[in-house]
């Protein structure tokens, strides 16, 4: 095969492919656009074009193997095609069905006021945490603030502590003018590794691993006597147990925290949060219930702007086509090619 | 056409259709103030009213944090309604930001991705720019959660009916991985439990050891392993329903038998081949060059993606991973070392040898390997004999003759034998599964016997009682620099400064203040001691000049901030960081004042030292 042969072959495959074929090649491959990735494959190729010929090959085969052929991407390449094919002309999509920018932008706007009413997995889980400890797992911007401040309160009226985590210092001095704002000055404290701001507070805000450190120093003996009177902890932006520094603060942190406050695990959508909650309740005294939900408050919806300004929506449908990252809009589809095959290899301007 | 647009077409687009307020995420903190910087000359003013509000609501912000009183950057978002926000900012300049878009004072703000989590930071639209992210040294895809954290921003509550996250491309994207991330379901998550030396220390301070299995197997780790096991469980059962026809027959362990003489038949032939043509050093380390071992070369280092021979070379081949992802050959005699480490690896039957996440996880593994790696120590058999063919030439074509189950066990070999080796498999995946966390554990216990902080019978000694109270990366290091006295008699701004270089894991460049003879000899001396500690703990990056800075700060209690700022390249928010780790270590070395009271004095008094001015005003 020459060079212009096997150019034009790695032209007529898929970006996935090339990426697929550029591993292990090209560095930081993922980053490149198809022209650029061409350019790199066919760079490395003078090392070892035996190499990335067969292993081209391997993957063409594969694609066209049986099992793939109900794909509908799949061109069976006629041996050459000329290279100059207008992208426009790559599939004809039903543009007839897909959203038109106008009724795309329609709708946006600033809501009438309305009085806080709680949402209804709101107050599913400030119920749930009478009994059981709770997981929460919302998109984020849902609203979560509202039940670690409403359960606090609840905690408080109590006479029992409340103490609350966040992953960043930055969250917590945030988090400390809030809650500072919605109970008094007097009510609420922060602890960092070396100061104290009222420190005596029912509520204390600190970040994960100050917790984890006061529960290692309470298990050893060293008591602090207001673990005995702790009724509730709430552990912000949990997702962060999969941290892969400092995840395990986390998990020590649930590990070792008094059976007798309750535990409120704050945290964005994640895949598994039914694994964190089964979790809790094999090791906990009481048992964890979950509260998920996947749907956002606002609604989202997704655009392409083109570098010559030009807006144009991102999917076919209006809002997000969840499950389905293909069905791009035509308009989007076809300029983000048109990008590709204009911006050069080293991504700065044709011209 | 531009590689991407111009910042000032990007928010006239916004604004136009009315899609602001909006936040950029950009690449890199450079980005971002790039992109200020093209405003400085475009005709984009805000009405007069709306930028006196902002001077109202900073002034208001001002009186809890003065240090944003005369930031440079004040007059430009006045004047455009538009600011950056990333981690080169102070935090306090980072709080006048958010409140100003809180109150909806801002058309935009420039962004890295780092404001993506937990802070408060609505606006009707996002726009993303990128689909990868720098972790630790390298640029990855951003996740299925990621894409959505990002992209969550977009809709504040009460102020928006809908949304908008607007992907607008650069040299660097893929949209796939952008419109996956919008479409799809956020990845499960996977506990990331360590054991470090201060959790032993602390669980064996408060806990027989008797009792630690039994902590342990309440972590999430276990949890997930536990997922695992039962799995494997499922299909050991299926494997034992499988095997039931091919329990004893005549003997009761045929299947072992049969094993053995077909081992045997088999290797009669290749045996003197493959002795041949390797020496004994070459072949006896054959057995350890499988999958996932990391190896030394000529030159740097590569991990074994698969072992074979190949037609015309007289020694074995493998494939190597190297640095930068690349994939190379070469003879098994070009290895110089075997080191005592593997990672896992899910190999596959062609190019690279391994399915693509392990290939990028072993990337990443391999750029991230400490300098120091305990080389296998591997025994070379003298005068290695192989059996003598007429031994096996006596075991003829068939071991049993005359046993009536001969038909049936020869029918049946092959079958029985792979469930036999599958059952085996899982019984020994279940095993590690189980037991893994408690034999990590152990080594650790062992470690900290050797060094002294751990009796043999796993009670804390005198030293390890005020080891376990240093909770901090490096705290090996650390203890076994207070138990060497490196520190005493140091003053509070030596102390800091080496504090300052274990804690600073940035390895970004930039120009610093000369170093002191005095903190440089102590930086020297613990250099030595991370690298002879390197078995047992990662060495840090142990920066001098960041050293430097921080000793420069506690030494010299006239240098402002300003002052402390022009000393160094590096950003504002920065130093402020690293300033604020370093009081964290400081506060861990403060607690030992029982047991150390001139180091805890001289740390109390770093502290003090340290925090003054723009570190004063937050907690
Ligand atoms: N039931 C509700 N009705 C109307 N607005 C609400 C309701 N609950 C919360 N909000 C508002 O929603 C916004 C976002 O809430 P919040 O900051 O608690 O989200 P979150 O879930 O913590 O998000 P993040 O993932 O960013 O931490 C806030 O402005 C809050 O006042
Ligand atoms: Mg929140």
Known sequence: MTTDELEQLLAQQPVALLHRLARGRVHRHFRAGKRRLIELLLQHSSQNRAGLESDLETLIGERHSPLGSGSPHIHRAPAITPKKASPRGAEPESAETAVSLSAWLEGLGVPSPQPFVPDPWQNEALSALNEADVVISVPTGSGKTYVAVEAARRAMEDNRTVIYTSPLKALSNTKYTEFSRIFGPDTVGILTGDRQENGQAPLLIMTTEILRNLLYDAASGEIDVRLDTLGLVILDESQYLADPERGVVWEETIIFCPSQARLLLLSASIGNPQDIADWLTSIRSTVCRLVRHSKRTVPLRAGYLHPNGKLTPLFKTLGIPYGHPSHLHPEAKRLFLEYEEETLPTGRPRR | ?619
């Not at chain 2, 050797?450 to 090996?476: C, M, N, V």
Request: charged content about 20%; proline content about 7%.
């Open chain 2, 1 to 619: 056409m531009p590689p991407s647009i111009h910042p000032v077409d990007l928010i006239t687009a916004l604004r136009q259709k009315h899609l602001t307020p909006a936040i950029v995420f950009l690449t890199s903190r450079r980005a971002c103030d790039d992109a200020m910087e093209t405003f400085d000359h475009a005709d984009l003013l805000l009405p007069p009213a709306r930028q006196e509000a902002i001077d109202v609501a900073l002034e208001r912000i001002t009186v809890q944090h003065p240090s944003i009183a005369e930031h440079p950057l004040i007059p430009i978002v006045r004047r455009i309604g538009i600011a950056a926000h990333h981690a080169g900012h102070l935090p306090s300049w980072k709080i006048a930001i958010e409140e100003l878009m809180r109150q909806g004072h801002l058309d935009a703000v420039f962004a890295t991705t780092t404001l993506a989590a937990g802070v408060d930071f609505p606006a009707r639209t996002v726009v993303i720019t990128q689909s990868s992210i720098r972790k630790s040294r390298d640029f990855t895809d951003l996740t299925i959660g990621e894409v959505q954290q990002i992209s969550g921003r977009a809709g504040r509550r009460g102020k928006d009916h809908v949304g908008f996250a607007i992907v607008t491309p650069s040299p660097y994207i893929d949209l796939a991985v952008l419109t996956k991330g919008l479409t799809g379901q956020p990845e499960a998550i996977n506990s990331q439990f360590t054991i470090s030396y201060p959790m032993v220390l602390n669980l064996l301070k408060a806990h027989p050891h008797e009792q630690i299995q039994g902590i342990l197997a309440k972590s999430f780790a276990q949890f997930q392993l536990n997922q695992r096991a039962e799995l494997l469980e499922q299909k050991l059962d299926a494997v034992h329903v499988q095997m039931e026809p091919f329990g004893p027959r005549v003997c009761t362990d045929w299947i072992t038998q049969w094993h053995t003489f077909d081992h045997a038949r088999r290797h009669r032939h290749t045996r003197h081949q493959t002795h041949r043509s390797e020496s004994p050093e070459i072949s006896a380390r054959l057995p350890f060059l499988t999958p996932g071992r990391v190896v030394g070369l000529g030159k740097g280092r590569g991990i074994v993606l698969r072992q074979y021979r190949s037609k015309g070379q007289k020694n074995s081949m493998l494939t190597l991973l190297r640095p930068d992802s690349a994939v190379t050959e070469c003879p098994v005699t070009s290895v110089k070392e075997v080191y005592d480490r593997t990672y896992d690896c899910t190999e596959t039957p062609t190019y690279p040898w391994c399915s693509t996440e392990t290939f990028d996880r072993l990337s990443h593994q391999l750029a991230e390997l400490p300098s120091h790696l305990p080389v296998l120590p591997i025994l070379v058999p003298l005068g290695f004999e192989p059996l003598p063919d007429a031994i096996i030439q006596s075991l003829g074509d068939f071991p049993c003759p005359t046993c009536p189950s001969r038909p049936a066990c020869q029918k049946d070999f092959t079958t029985a034998s792979r469930l036999r080796q599958e059952q085996q498999r899982h019984t020994k995946s279940i095993q590690a599964l189980r037991t893994s966390l408690w034999h990590r554990f152990q080594e650790r216990v062992e470690v900290l016997q050797k060094f002294g902080y751990l009796t043999p019978a796993t009670q804390l000694t005198i030293d390890g009682e005020w080891a376990r109270l240093i909770r901090i990366d490096h705290s090996l290091l650390i203890t076994e620099l207070i138990r060497a006295e490196a520190f005493s008699g140091a003053d509070p701004s030596l102390l800091a400064g080496v504090l300052a270089s274990l804690a600073h894991d940035d390895d970004r460049p930039g120009a610093f203040p000369r170093i002191s003879p005095g903190l440089s000899s102590l930086l020297g001396q613990v250099r030595k001691l991370a690298e002879s500690l390197s078995p047992y703990e990662d060495p840090p990056l142990l920066r001098a000049d960041v050293a430097a800075l921080v000793e420069r700060w506690v030494s010299d209690p006239a240098l402002t901030w300003i002052g402390l700022c022009r000393l160094t390249t590096m950003a504002e928010g920065d130093i402020y960081r690293l300033l604020a780790r370093t009081l964290e270590f400081l506060s861990q070395v403060q607690a030992l004042k029982s047991t150390h009271p001139g180091l805890a004095e001289s740390a109390s008094q770093a502290i003090t030292l340290i925090r003054r001015g723009v570190l004063e005003e937050l907690p």
